[in-house]
């Protein structure tokens, strides 16, 4: 079965503290997204990336960076957390080309106090 | 734009047909059509997707309208194990799935 595996379920940080979420897929997928989820905003796009190395802004990429050094593995950064990053994040990955699946992590439940 | 629209919520009595609509009228030839949906406290699931022509899974069926500006989701007998949140998303060369609000699914018994 096809797995995408999300570091922490839930998280509580700081607000200033830098924070890794990490994200890794065993499918061998070209494409990893990261998104946000907020009650009644539905699911936000922060970044993608289509190969090791590469990274394309989604629509709310401020605040937040990210890294893929290695194919299987995707990690959203937080530099200097703050309250309103409060959220769910969601990791997903999907085979380059049109028409192909997402596939989504369980989510990490990130609570910044 | 790569939105969609959706109604907020619909209702469903268990075991009937659900029907539900998706409006992605600046759609462009080469976007499919993908539904997903998610369980509470569960990341978002596949459903189905589609390009022009209507699709069957085990799942559910998708209906794409001629002009491909609006699409429908089926299930064709709905169980409370499909109360979710429904999303229905063009897929611009599987770069950047844009997620709105979706359609919140309940299923009465």
């Known amino acids: 079965d096809v797995k995408v595996t999300q570091s922490s379920r839930y998280l509580v940080k700081r607000t200033g503290e830098k924070v890794f979420l990490e994200c890794v897929q065993d499918?061998?997928?070209?494409?990893m997204f990261w998104y946000r989820q907020d009650p009644g905003l539905g699911l936000r796009l922060i970044y993608f990336?289509?190969?090791?190395?590469m990274k394309e802004k989604g629509d709310i990429p401020e605040g937040y960076s990210v890294s893929r050094e290695k194919k299987e593995r995707f990690s959203l950064i937080l530099e200097s957390a703050s309250t309103n990053q409060t959220s769910m994040y969601l990791c997903?990955?999907?085979?380059w080309g049109a028409g192909e699946k997402l596939f989504f992590g369980s989510g990490t439940q990130l609570s910044v106090l | 734009d790569a939105k969609t629209t959706q109604p907020n919520s619909m209702e469903s009595n268990e075991e009937e047909p659900v029907h539900l609509p998706c409006n992605h009228s600046t759609i462009s030839g080469t976007d499919y059509i993908h539904w997903y949906r998610q369980l509470p406290s569960q990341g978002p699931e596949y459903v189905i997707h589609g390009l022009t022509s209507n699709v069957n899974n085990r799942m559910a069926s998708l209906a794409i309208a001629e002009d491909r500006k609006s699409s429908t989701l089926i299930l064709h007998r709905a169980t409370l194990r499909d109360a979710a949140v429904y999303y229905c998303?063009?897929?611009?060369?599987?770069?950047?799935?844009?997620f709105g609000p979706g359609t919140r699914l309940s299923v009465l018994p």
């Open positions: 997903a990955s999907s085979e």
């Open positions: 998303i063009r897929d611009n060369y599987g770069q950047n799935f844009v």
């Open positions: 499918m061998d997928h070209e494409n």
């Open positions: 990336s289509y190969d090791v190395k």
